[in-house]
């Protein structure tokens, strides 16, 4: 074996690129990962909410000394019209419902941590300019000036993968598959505020899904998670139809602050961090190729982030791909894997993970289609509680007559039941 080429060099540390580095670096194998940011952890936006069931897989038991925030024990949908909302809520105590709200930095620098631990070499600070490409297979990464051998390179760039698209071995990023999300995280005195303002038992956490008139018909969603002693308040919005709407994204995300039933979450609290980054939710039908010639994609980079509307899940899926990732090599054993060999990733992806995926193939296009989840119904279910609940001077509306009402304001009721029940079928 050649001592300068590595077994393989992660481009990359985040969820993706740190679950493949900790893998093979307790199997044993001499992996790099480089990352541009000055710590693993400075240059990541999420939500969010992680499924932990990724975690456990990388790190068995030992994910529960992961600085995770709180477990999810109340779900709260919420239909948002300008000023109101009408909210579906779930309190999960007796559930295991194995979801966690994370703040990245904190998580991936632990992660980065265990990975070094467990023997890999993590260099921050360092961007990789280029990959080295040659007779058509990928040998290694140029990075500051250096040249860096490996026998598989294994892109966790992100959204983004540069790398990959320049040398033409990736399909371009098509907007229609990308959304832009915005968050703001607020810092309170203590976790008992935080349990007050989410009205949940002390230490428990909460996540608020919710859409409506604050994405002012396009398509897309806001979010707002407890954390130990903060709250991450943000939004994802379809890239095309923001752009097409004219409206600048931070009078979007003021409008996300402002509203009465968000605002309670936040009010109060100090703004101790705010940022913007881009969410792939393509689907199914628009993910790339996830290896060639001495390389394998992971993450966001391989578009495996999904977005149903109620949940966005990419964080599971990174750690997961990462997982399947190293395995192959690990599988492969010792020296230069096959493009072939390298095919057997895919092939993993597809008995695992892919399967989401696929059973949710049409979400995308149907939410992205769908204008009135985010104008009409919300509308509706609004005025149809504020009838429920009205008490005036007149005789009372039966609860029968009301609800025909609000179908009535439906333009097409049929067209309508039929679209909803597709979006079941899809989501
Ligand atoms: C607003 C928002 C909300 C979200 N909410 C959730 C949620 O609640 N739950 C959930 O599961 N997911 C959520 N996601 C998605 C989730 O954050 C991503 O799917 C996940 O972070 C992807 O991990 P990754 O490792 O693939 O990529 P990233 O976390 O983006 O990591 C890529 C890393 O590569 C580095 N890098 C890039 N190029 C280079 C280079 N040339 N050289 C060196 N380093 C490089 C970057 O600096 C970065 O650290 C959300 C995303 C956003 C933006």
Redesign the pocket.
């Given at each position: 074996m050649d001592e300068d080429v590595f077994d393989a060099i992660v481009?990359?540390?985040?969820?993706?690129?740190l679950s493949a580095a900790y893998r093979l670096a307790t199997a044993g194998r001499s992996v790099l990962l480089?990352?541009?940011?000055s710590t693993?952890g400075a240059?990541?936006?999420?939500?969010?909410?992680?499924?932990s069931h990724a975690l456990r897989a990388l790190l068995g038991d030992r994910w529960q000394e992961a600085p995770v925030q709180r477990e999810v024990k109340r779900e709260v949908l919420a239909l948002l019209t300008e000023t109101d909302a009408v909210t579906v809520e779930s309190t999960l105590t007796s559930a295991q419902q194995e979801s966690y709200t994370v703040l990245?930095t904190p998580l991936l620098g632990w992660l980065a941590a265990e990975a070094e631990q467990a023997g890999a070499m993590i260099v921050t600070g360092?961007?990789?300019d280029s990959l080295i490409v040659r007779d058509g297979r990928v040998c290694g990464v140029r990075?500051d000036g250096d040249e860096l051998e490996a026998d598989v390179v294994i892109d966790?760039?992100?959204?983004n993968p540069?790398?990959l698209e320049r040398e033409g071995l990736i399909r371009r990023l098509d907007p229609h598959a990308v959304a832009v999300?915005?968050?703001y995280v607020y810092r309170f005195g203590s976790s008992e505020e935080v349990d007050r303002i989410f009205g949940v038992r002390p230490g428990e956490g909460a996540a608020v899904l919710g859409m409506g008139a604050v994405t002012q018909g396009v398509f897309g969603g806001v979010?707002c998670y407890a954390n130990t002693d903060s709250v991450s308040l943000?939004l994802?919005l379809d890239s095309v139809g923001w752009k097409a709407s004219g409206r600048p994204i931070l009078d979007t995300a003021q409008a996300l602050r402002e509203h009465p039933a968000l605002a309670r979450y936040v009010d109060g609290g100090e703004l101790v961090e705010y940022g913007a980054?881009?969410?792939?939710e393509g689907g199914y039908d628009t993910l790339p190729a996830f290896s060639g010639d001495g390389w394998l994609v992971?993450?966001?980079?391989a578009g495996l982030?999904l977005n149903r509307g109620f949940t966005?899940?990419?964080?599971?899926?990174?750690v997961l791909s990462g997982i399947a990732a190293a395995d192959t090599l690990i599988e492969a054993g010792p020296g230069r894997p096959s493009a072939q060999t390298l095919a057997g990733y895919g092939d993993r992806l597809d008995r695992g993970l892919l399967r989401d995926f696929r059973a949710t193939r049409g979400a995308h296009d149907w939410m992205s289609s769908t204008t009135d989840l985010f104008t009409v119904y919300p509308r509706l279910a609004v005025d149809t509680m504020a009838a429920l609940y009205h008490v005036g001077p007149e005789p009372l509306t039966p609860v029968g007559t009301t609800l025909w009402r609000a179908a009535r304001q439906l333009r097409k009721p049929v067209r309508t039941a039929r679209t909803l029940l597709k979006g079941v079928r899809t989501l």
């Open positions: 481009v990359g540390g985040g969820f993706a690129g480089i990352e541009r940011g693993c240059k990541n936006l999420t939500g969010g909410r992680i499924y990245a360092t961007t990789v990075a966790c760039e992100g959204i540069l790398l999300g915005a968050k979010f943000g994802v980054h881009l969410v792939y992971c993450g966001d980079a982030c966005i899940r990419g964080m599971d899926y990174a």
